[in-house]
């Protein structure tokens, strides 16, 4: 089992910025591909970006590339997720997520942790 906490999460402006982070616990962290979703009211939950376990790959939907970064931290079994000029649609609940392959779609994805809430105001 993997457990997976997420952090950072918040309320800011359109322009602004945040950075979530993930602690994983349990199994060993860099036997995982990482990535992030997030779900917004009444959507499903999508795709956002995600990390190969040795962090040399990484991988970004349309919508936030060139805007959000992932990067990892195996010493510390972290993930995080910098985001950048943030935009209202952006809000939404942001889950961590891990597998062994890079997880891009919710079906590869073996373990979640439980979300964080970020509003981004107009």
């Known amino acids: 089992q993997v457990q997976l906490v997420e952090s950072g999460g918040g309320l800011v402006q359109a322009g602004g910025s945040l950075r979530l982070s993930c602690a994983a616990s349990g199994r060993t962290f860099s036997d995982y591909a990482m990535g992030w979703f997030r779900q917004a009211p009444g959507k499903e939950r999508e795709f956002v970006a995600a990390?190969?376990?040795?962090?040399?790959?990484?991988y970004y939907a349309d919508s936030v590339k060139g805007r959000f970064t992932i990067s990892r931290d195996n010493a510390k079994n972290t993930v995080f997720l910098q985001m950048n000029s943030l935009k209202p649609e952006d809000t939404a609940v942001y889950y961590c997520?891990?597998?062994?392959?890079?997880?891009?779609?919710?079906?590869?994805?073996?373990?979640w942790g439980q979300g964080t809430q970020v509003t981004v105001s107009s």
């Open positions: 997520a891990a597998a062994r392959h890079p997880p891009v779609a919710t079906g590869s994805v073996e373990y």
């Open positions: 990390i190969t376990q040795s962090g040399s790959r990484t």
